[in-house]
Every structure is written in structure tokens, then in C-alpha cells.
């Protein structure tokens, strides 16, 4: 099980880049003219620093690791968790005995947790400053989506991790099993919606498939399930979810841009898996692929699923009628 309770980034395996997050932090810390910014990380075991934007003649440091029990800005936004805006700390009775406020000088604290995707905190945002800050609702607004920023990136590792324990790949095809994509697909499906860009699902299915195992053998029939990954993995973008559900049917979740080259995309894999069957010495096979399309509000991805089955149920219907008739 994936912990969350644990230091992240400690043995980094190239599944974020640190150096992204350290570009919000300057950007958040240039936009609100701060001198200083921070990503921590909050455990059990205590507070740590993961990015730091700490220019301009800041008064004040940050240890790598802070005790959990310490009087700090952090741990009352972590403690709530919610945001936290203090803009004349030394003025103000609550906050001005604490030690950031006496022995660093901090007078203004805006800070907001971090999230992991199912919901407990990884830690904090914040920026601090040794002066009187008056931040508006725009900036609250601003540092808001910039933490979204971060939060679909821990997503991706809450989500690399869970499919590393629920075995992701498919054995024979090397693309993602069912529950990887599924699981893939489903963020997608949210990151979309936060974002407004289009989700295309299609479901791709292998033209008289039972009667290539039954004329030439099984071995043929793997061949040409693996040739078909292939072709998906080659043809289609890195960023878009490859995976097989099962047996000769197979998934592709893609962002898209212009719904008119949707014809195309499903033309070329079409025409390239045939040729590639061909030099590797198997029958030519063709396809019947059906689609569907993301909607605006939030949906499940079984939702968007089963439409591109029922689609590519149709086409499958309508291959058959012209191979009966002779087309």
C-alpha cells in the first residue's frame, strides 16, 4: 500500500520534475514580490523543506526538518487545513510571540495546504515576508490554481505507485492492463474537466480474430494482439493511455485537440496495423474501432467506455453486413 505518511522524493524515479515545482515557487514569490517561498512536506515525523525560494536578503531561514511539535505558520495550516493569510503578524496578538515572527522577523505569512489525491495533507505552499502585506482576492485566486499545479503532479505519483502494486501492465502486450488504464484514464477524465480540453476514448477490436486462432493457431493470434500494441504505442503520442481489456479488444484514452482528424488517427492505425501483420508473415486482419467523446460535466471513465463499445459495436455490425453481401 502507498504510503503517504513517508518523505516523498527521497529516491526520485524520474516520475515529476522537482525543477517545475521550483519554477512556481519562483514565479509565486516574483508575482507577490516576496522574498521568500516554500513547498514543505508535513509527516508524522516532522516538517521538511522540498522547494525553497529564499532571495532578495530574506532575514529568515528554514531548517530541512522541523520537529511536529513546533509553533510554526505550517503546522496551523496542516492542522486545519486550510489556507492561512496573516499579513501584520508582529501586530497581532496571536501570532506575534511565535518564533518565526520574534526570532526571523516574519510579519506576513500566506500559506495553503497541499493535497495528495485522496485527501490527506501532504503539506504547505507558502510565502513569507518580513513586512505588511495587503494580498487581494486575485492573488488567493492565483496561488490556488498554482497549487492545483502541484497536486495533479503528487497525483501522478499517488497513481504510478498504485498501478506498481496492482501489477499495471498487461503480460502479453506490454501496454496497461484494465485496472491500469482505468485508473490512468479516470484522471485524465478529471484533469480535463479542471482544465477544459477534450477526452477521446476508442475502443479498438480485431476483425475475425476467433477465426485466425482457429485456422493458424494461438501463437498467430498473440502475434497479431501484440502487433496491434505495437502499432497503438507507435502511431499514437506518449501522453495518450494505451491498454487492453481483454482478449482482442483494446483502449486508447487521448487528449484532442481538432475532433476533425479523429478520422484520420483512426485510418493510420487502421492501414499500419494491416501492413505491419503483413511483415510479420500473418494473414491481414483489419479493424472495427468506435469513440466517444468526454463531456463537460464530470463523468466515470466506464461511463465513456461503454459508449465507444457500443460505437464500436455498430461498426463491427456494419463490417460484417459488407463482408456478407460481398463488400
Known amino acids: 500500500m502507498f504510503e503517504t505518511d513517508k518523505w516523498a522524493f527521497t529516491g526520485l524515479d524520474g516520475q515529476i520534475s522537482l525543477d517545475k515545482w521550483q519554477k512556481i515557487i519562483d514565479l509565486i514569490a516574483e508575482l507577490f514580490s516576496a522574498p521568500s517561498g516554500y513547498i514543505v512536506q508535513a509527516t508524522s515525523i516532522g516538517y521538511r523543506v522540498v522547494i525553497r525560494k529564499n532571495e532578495g536578503g530574506s532575514t529568515f531561514e528554514t531548517n530541512p526538518t522541523i520537529p511536529p511539535e513546533s509553533d510554526m505558520f505550517c503546522r496551523h495550516v496542516v492542522e486545519s487545513d486550510n489556507l492561512l493569510y496573516v499579513n501584520d503578524a508582529a501586530s497581532t496578538e496571536m501570532w506575534s510571540a511565535m518564533p518565526e515572527v520574534v526570532e526571523n522577523g516574519v ?7 497541499i493535497h495528495w489525491p485522496q485527501g490527506d495533507v501532504f503539506g504547505t505552499l507558502c510565502l513569507k515576508d518580513n513586512k505588511e502585506t495587503n494580498y487581494t482576492n486575485e492573488y488567493f485566486e492565483l496561488i490556488n490554481q498554482l497549487r492545483d499545479l502541484i497536486e495533479d503532479d503528487l497525483a501522478l505519483v499517488y497513481n504510478f505507485e ?16 484494465r485496472r491500469a488504464l482505468s485508473l490512468l484514464a479516470q484522471q485524465k477524465l478529471n484533469l480535463s474537466h479542471r482544465l477544459g480540453f477534450d477526452v477521446c476514448c476508442l475502443f479498438i477490436d480485431i476483425n475475425d480474430f476467433k477465426k485466425l486462432n482457429d485456422n493458424f493457431g494461438h501463437e498467430a493470434g498473440d502475434k497479431a494482439l501484440i502487433t496491434l500494441a505495437t502499432t497503438l504505442k507507435k502511431h499514437l503520442r506518449d501522453a495518450d493511455i494505451v491498454g487492453r481489456l481483454g482478449g482482442d479488444e483494446f483502449v486508447a484514452v487521448m487528449q484532442i485537440n481538432d475532433k476533425s482528424k479523429l478520422g484520420l488517427i483512426i485510418n493510420t492505425i487502421s492501414i499500419e496495423f494491416a501492413n505491419a501483420l503483413v511483415l510479420d508473415g500473418i494473414c491481414e486482419l483489419s479493424l472495427s474501432v468506435g469513440y466517444s467523446f468526454s463531456e463537460q460535466k464530470k463523468q466515470p471513465f466506464e461511463t465513456l467506455l461503454n459508449d465507444a463499445d457500443q460505437s464500436m459495436y455498430k461498426n463491427k455490425q456494419k ?3 459488407n463482408k456478407k453481401i460481398g463488400y
Do not use: H, V, W
Open 107 to 113: 510579519n506576513s505569512y500566506l500559506g495553503l495546504p
Open 162 to 177: 498504485k498501478m506498481r502494486e496492482i501489477a499495471m501492465l498487461d503480460p502479453l502486450t506490454n501496454i496497461y492492463n
Open 319 to 321: 463490417y460484417k453486413l
